[in-house]
């Protein structure tokens, strides 16, 4: 038993290094495995779900835990379910078809007597209900839990009728809550010269902001109610409140992620805005998110990107106080890539599909190591760019499900794989 695991463990180290010194191997895949490692299902008062692990550590991608919070979290199963509903709803898959339904009963299992959400179980399947980023509340976690069962709601109901009724219950009992929670208002605060909306999610986080966008488009394609509609439409305004013009020059249309601070990870604002857009068909959501993609995605990618940027506004003039690099990860980039598959639905100019096929070769090597992060034959991505000298080799939930995420939309899209293609390929 030892010799085989020693073996094991010498595999999976040169996997590995094949992987962070070689852009990758000769194709694009979406590959679950590595998420199917991180699958499990577990049996909590005689209901079977599943949970996704959120942490796993290289060498042998062991499972790790968080102190104080637990071994999966709503965050990442919601992500996941929305993974493996489209890898069915794509490829055909109907493992991911079973598995997504034991993700959706994870969510719903999550859900508070107040329609709210909590975040993390423990080990032995017990909520944590008391640790900060778990308590019930109005949360980012509830936001992509309301999410996830919105877009997988249609696929599901299809296969299950039971699930899928309890799926809408929990949708409708949630954006309810929701709709009465936020009420707008005109006022701000500023930070820096900068001023921003004070009545959004996370205390003026547009970031959560587009998620909830995001899962209130999704749900009012099932419940058409003027209620949703109004709420997208005030919170998306908000965003637009806090994107940065300046005549075409820097920060070229950047939307501010929270407060002053614009970071990738999680800046979903330019998607949300198109959500938006596929509803209502106002010219301003439109216009403002092909603003951001057209410039600053396209300034992010010239530089190889960043990880977070600070700014002020100085008489009139928006200007940078300081930007980090690093650490760059997966989830930077699969909000970019998202955008310009969306533009290019919308506008069908090619120019978008090519440019969300560029900005996923950064998983292949386009960045500033020059190094692979992804690779299709394990299906391992790498936790990220630590520095300019350090790539992180573990593989958690977030980034896993973030490339995967990526990779499974432009696999449907011709022409953006085709820009991700000739990248792998020369």
């Known amino acids: 038993m030892k010799q085989k695991y020693i073996i094991h463990i010498i595999l999976l180290i040169v996997i590995t290094f094949v992987s962070c ?116 509340g109005f949360q980012w976690w509830m936001w992509r839990a309301l999410w996830a069962l919105g877009e997988a709601y249609p696929t599901i109901k299809n296969d299950d009728e039971v699930l899928a009724s309890e799926m809408l219950n929990s949708l409708d009992n949630g954006f309810s809550k929701t709709i009465k929670h936020y009420e707008t208002s005109d006022l701000s605060d500023s930070e820096n010269g900068i001023t921003f909306p004070n009545w959004l999610p996370g205390e003026s986080g547009i970031d959560q902001t587009a998620v909830l966008i995001m899962g ?103 200007e940078y106080i300081s930007k980090s690099k690093y650490p760059q990860i997966a989830y930077g980039i699969r909000p970019m890539v998202y955008a310009c598959l969306e533009a290019y639905k919308i506008t069908n100019d090619e120019k978008y599909a090519i440019q969300a096929g560029k900005i996923a070769q950064w998983l292949f090597g386009d960045n500033d190591l020059g190094k692979a992060l992804y690779n299709s034959e394990t299906g391992i991505c790498f936790d ?26 432009i696999e449907q899209n011709q022409v953006a794989k085709k820009s991700l293609m000739e990248y792998i390929n020369k």
């Open 21 to 136: 010194n070689s852009k990758s191997s000769n194709n694009s895949g979406s590959n679950t495995s590595h998420l199917d490692h991180l699958y499990k299902e577990i049996k909590v008062d005689e209901t079977v779900m599943a949970i996704i692990h959120i942490y796993s550590e290289y060498p042998d991608y062991h499972y790790v835990g968080a102190e104080n919070e637990g071994i999966a979290c709503v965050d990442d199963v919601a992500r996941a379910l929305v993974l493996y509903v489209k890898d069915f709803e794509y490829n055909g898959n109907v493992e991911s078809l079973r598995k997504s339904k034991q993700l959706a009963k994870f969510i719903l299992y999550m859900e508070a007597e107040d329609s709210t959400y909590y975040n993390f179980v423990f080990e032995d399947g017990q909520i944590n209900k008391t640790y900060r980023t778990s308590i019930s």
């Open 216 to 318: 209130l488009s999704s749900y009012y394609k099932i419940n058409k109610s003027e209620n949703v509609l109004k709420l997208i439409n005030e919170l998306s305004n908000s965003v637009l409140d806090v994107q940065l013009v300046s005549n075409n020059n820097y920060p070229y249309g950047a939307f501010l992620s929270w407060r002053n601070v614009w970071h990738a990870w999680g800046n979903l604002q330019s998607y949300s805005l198109l959500k938006s857009y596929e509803i209502n068909k106002d010219e301003k959501y439109l216009n403002a998110a092909l603003q951001e993609i057209n410039g600053f995605y396209k300034y992010l990618n010239e530089n190889k990107y960043y990880n977070e940027i600070f700014f002020k506004n100085n008489n009139g003039l928006i």
């Open 384 to 409: 990220g760019i630590s520095s300019e000298y350090q790539i992180n080799m573990n593989s958690g939930a977030e980034s896993t499900i973030e490339a995967l995420l990526s990779l499974l939309e």
